[in-house]
């Protein structure tokens, strides 16, 4: 009967005799594995084992057939989860300083036990060449990166729209939202044209945000609506006149066919808002609270939608409501709504190259060949620059300075990197243009930023 015990001596025996270390002097041609390395969540699940197996069979093909194996292990050891574990077990209260240093506990912590159940497993990787991304050596290479492409106008910073979370309180990318269908009811309202008399009636499923409507919008091809293109309407409660515009992209058959166009409900206002170049009313704050509402203002969003929805009732406004089943956007870390806001943030550039990269996955080979689709969907759906940048603690900091005066952004030192413009002086006393006070950037990078230069 096969005595699983073995294992572990076989283990011992394979790390003491050095078997898959690679030899930087030997004159094997090199076979370079570049591993995604895996979040430090404490506990490998059978996707690891899954995924890692079939790297590690192809480590172990590659030197049986007299490569020179360089198959690093790298550990994605920051982030939203990690942060997430220590406020749950010690609370927010914690100083900043306290609050990192349970977040690099934590993960130290969790990477060793994975370490261990890797090797328990047998995977083959070579531990003197591991990388963990929250070491002090690994946030300059990061810090480094950001630099250069700053330097050649690849990161940025700017005012645009982020799809925000405003129970973790900060920015973040599209992919890091998931859709989840809920009960809601779709609002039949009626806008009374300009000049009283004729109404015009939109449905939305969120009456919350009419304070920022700046324009009603239905299909050209819409017998029924067509009509009252190029007129004016008047928003309900808030008595702002606003455009009744085309566009073809309005859906005929969703409720009646007019929509209004709020800055910003979600992706499709903003194409809207882009598209016929509509003036930016500020909706929601960063703590999800409505503003610039007039009475409105500093209530919740579920706040808001019934107090409105309780007085357009009062002014025989609403229609009706139906019973709907809607999407609505969340955060994949803590699972609740999603807001998009105008919010000053750092981005990188990627919707100009989408075209180079389906380029250059076309020049790949694809083993199994379906995996190009995954590429190529993605630089499809490319809507806008990534924002690289995070309102949180437990991430590798945004290298940059900023003068309080003229708006001047000063880069740190290279020579200096790893810095944490947060809590450090910059390398020098005032802003090279105006003379004006530097203070630090307090936003931190994305954690795919990190995971992203292996």
């Given amino acids: ?12 025996e394979w790390e003491k005799e050095g078997l898959y270390k690679f030899d930087i ?33 192809i480590a172990r093909y590659k030197r049986m057939k007299g490569y020179n194996v360089y198959y690093p292990q790298g550990w994605d050891t920051m982030g939203f989860p990690t942060e997430r574990a220590v406020e749950k077990k010690y609370g927010k209260n914690l100083t900043s300083e306290e609050f990192i240093k349970k977040c690099e ?23 003197s060449y591991e990388y963990i991304t929250l070491s002090s050596d690994y946030k300059k290479k990061v810090q480094l990166s950001i630099l250069l492409m700053y330097e050649k106008g690849l990161v940025y910073k700017g005012t645009h729209a982020v799809y925000w979370c405003p129970y973790c309180h900060t920015a973040i990318a599209r992919e890091e939202t998931e859709e989840r269908e809920e009960k809601g009811k ?10 009283g008399g004729e109404k015009i009636t939109i449905a939305t499923t969120r009456p919350e945000l009419m304070h920022a409507c700046v324009a009603v919008v239905v299909n050209p091809n819409d017998e029924k609506n067509k009509k ?23 859906d005929i058959e969703f409720g009646t066919g007019a929509e209004m ?4 409900g979600d992706k499709e ?8 170049n509509l003036k930016e009313i500020k909706a929601i704050d960063e703590d999800g609270k409505l503003i610039n509402a007039g009475k409105y203002t500093g209530l919740s969003v579920e706040e808001a939608r019934s107090a409105i929805i309780s007085d357009l009732k009062a002014m025989g406004l609403l229609v009706k409501q139906e019973e709907i089943l809607h999407t609505v956007k969340i955060h994949d870390r803590c699972e609740n709504p999603v807001e998009l806001i105008s919010s000053e943030q750092w981005f990188m550039k990627t919707k100009e190259f989408a075209e180079k990269i389906k380029e250059q996955a076309e020049k790949i080979e694809w083993i199994p060949e379906f995996t190009k689709r995954y590429l190529l969907d993605w630089a499809e759906y490319i809507d806008w620059d990534w924002v690289i940048s995070r309102q949180r603690k437990f991430d590798t ?20 990197l790893p810095v944490d413009p947060r809590k450090e002086k910059p390398h020098v006393e005032k802003c090279p243009k105006c003379g004006g006070e530097l203070v630090g950037e307090s936003s931190t990078c994305d954690v795919w930023v990190d995971s992203s230069i292996t």
């Avoid at 699940?45 to 995924?51: K, N, R, T």
């Avoid at 779709?186 to 000049?195: A, M």
């Fill in 105 to 127: 506990e934590i993960s130290i912590q969790n990477l060793n036990a994975m370490r261990n159940q890797m090797l328990r497993l047998g995977f083959s990787f070579d531990k």
């Fill in 25 to 57: 002097n030997s004159s094997k041609p090199i076979y370079t594995i570049d591993t995604p390395p895996p979040f430090t969540s404490g506990v490998l699940h059978m996707g690891h084992a899954l995924s890692y197996s079939f790297i590690d069979f």
């Fill in 261 to 264: 166009v709020c800055t910003f």
């Fill in 1 to 12: 009967m096969y005595d699983p015990s073995i294992e572990e001596k076989l283990v011992a």
């Fill in 269 to 276: 206002d903003l194409i809207m808002f882009h598209r016929h």
């Fill in 228 to 250: 009252y293109i190029g007129k004016k309407a008047v928003v309900p409660i808030f008595n702002r006149e606003v455009d009744i515009i085309a566009d073809e992209d309005v």
């Fill in 397 to 416: 900091p945004l290298p940059f300075w900023i003068c309080k005066k003229c708006g001047y952004i000063l880069p740190a030192d290279k020579s200096k």
């Fill in 186 to 195: 779709l609002n039949y309202i009626n806008f009374v044209l300009s000049g």
